[in-house]
């Protein structure tokens, strides 16, 4: 089997959104050389950025407004020369604050994407701060949409008068609570010159919508053969066979291989820092769709005898309790029961990272095969079939005869 980085990349690419919280303190010194028991594996070795013991990946995502602040080592400021960084603006800060997308904070976005990206999504704001309903200075639709314009004037004239960003791949970004405002946000943005298109929004999970803004990208000349399009946040099995399809779909239309779609989630990492719980890979079971969810017990007497040997996994079916003990330099007897402590913790996303490419990637392979040989649920082959064959097509007849079904998929 082909190593993970390149099944990554097969159909739709999972991008994980990667954190601080693991990227800054997994090859920090104090941690890096701490040991999981007799494994042999330290937690520098849960770098899945680096060619290392574990696995690697070529395409991850960091939030500009996030990682702007990170001092120090990080690991997502050093990588391979294969690997795509994508960077999103971090136009979401603007939902849950009072901050204004104003020029000097569309800046300190923009440097550190131009530094850091090899595909970087333009500023916006987005429609969730009207709903939030915390900031004062996005009250209504056009607020967001005007100020965004204004965003993306910025944008072309920072990458165009400096000569910065030029081999950066930027995609703009199309907001959208129904199918009408995703309409009058493309019609306000599809004229400033970028090289792709992010879709963000409530309008993003809606395949009706989303089919039908590609069909007017395509009918105004806005897909080229290499275009890459991203939707933000997005990370089940049934967003990776519907964007598939959508890739598949624009390749077999624009006869080019080189068309990439991307999505990106940061659950991996924040479903252990916040709700302590760890991914599944399962068989094809109607209830699971390729993997679960479980909670990560709070010590190693909850474990009772069990262990994860029975688990999928690089590294983690191998843990045994030493292995998952505290680290024992300096710990009280008790603290040496707790199944947590930081190392752990990158040990558990290290995990979920894996086994939400390997899942998607085990679909991708499904989707290869005649579907009557597929085990792959029925719902995600007619999702793909659906989807599909309308984007192939390139009709308007087949979009609107299709237009119901797809409203129907909601990823």
């Known amino acids: 089997m082909a190593p993970l980085s390149q099944r990554q990349t097969a159909g739709a690419i999972f991008a994980p959104a990667v954190q601080p919280i693991f990227s800054s303190n997994v090859c920090k010194n104090q941690h890096r050389f701490r040991s999981f028991g007799d494994t042999g594996i330290q937690v520098k070795d849960l770098n899945f950025l680096q060619a290392g013991k574990v696995f690697n990946l070529d395409v991850f995502l960091t939030s500009a407004h996030v990682y702007r602040d990170v001092k120090g080592v990080d690991i997502t400021h050093t990588r391979r020369p294969d690997q795509v960084h994508i960077v999103d603006s971090g136009g979401y800060s603007v939902i849950n604050s009072t901050i204004k997308a104003d020029q000097e904070f569309a800046r300190k976005m923009w440097e550190y994407q131009v530094k850091h990206a090899d595909v970087a999504l333009t500023l916006d704001v987005p429609l969730g701060t009207i709903e939030a309903g915390k900031n004062p200075h996005y009250r209504t639709f056009h607020d967001c949409l005007d100020e965004t314009v204004n965003l993306l004037t910025l944008y072309s004239e920072w990458n165009g008068s400096l000569g910065l960003g030029q081999n950066i791949r930027w995609l703009n970004i199309i907001q959208g609570r129904n199918l009408y405002e995703s309409q009058v946000w493309y019609d306000r943005v599809k004229g400033f010159n970028f090289e792709g298109w992010s879709f963000a929004g409530k309008s993003r999970k809606d395949m009706s919508t989303v089919v039908s803004r590609l069909f007017d ?117 008790g603290r040496r029961m707790e199944l947590g402590g930081l190392k752990n913790n990158l040990l558990f996303q290290n995990h979920n990272v894996w086994s939400l490419v390997t899942a998607m990637a085990n679909a991708g392979d499904q989707l290869k095969i005649p579907r009557k040989d597929r085990t792959l649920p029925a719902l995600f082959s007619d999702i793909y079939d659906v989807i599909f064959d309308v984007v192939s097509s390139g009709s308007s007849h087949k979009l609107a005869s299709n237009f119901h079904n797809l409203a129907a998929i909601i990823i």
């Open 217 to 333: 990208m395509r009918r105004d000349g806005l897909i080229r053969k290499d275009t890459w399009f991203h939707f933000l946040g997005l990370g089940s099995l049934k967003a990776y066979v519907a964007l598939t399809a959508i890739r598949d779909g624009l390749r077999q239309l624009l006869n080019s291989e080189e068309i990439q779609v991307s999505f990106d989630s940061a659950y991996p990492f924040n479903s252990v820092s916040l709700s302590r719980q760890y991914y599944q890979i399962d068989d094809w079971r109607p209830d699971t769709y390729g993997f679960s969810l479980h909670e990560i017990p709070h010590g190693l007497w909850a474990l009772g005898n069990q262990d994860y040997t029975g688990i999928k996994g690089p590294v983690l079916p191998f843990m045994t309790w030493d292995a998952l003990a505290y680290d024992l330099r300096g710990a009280s007897a």
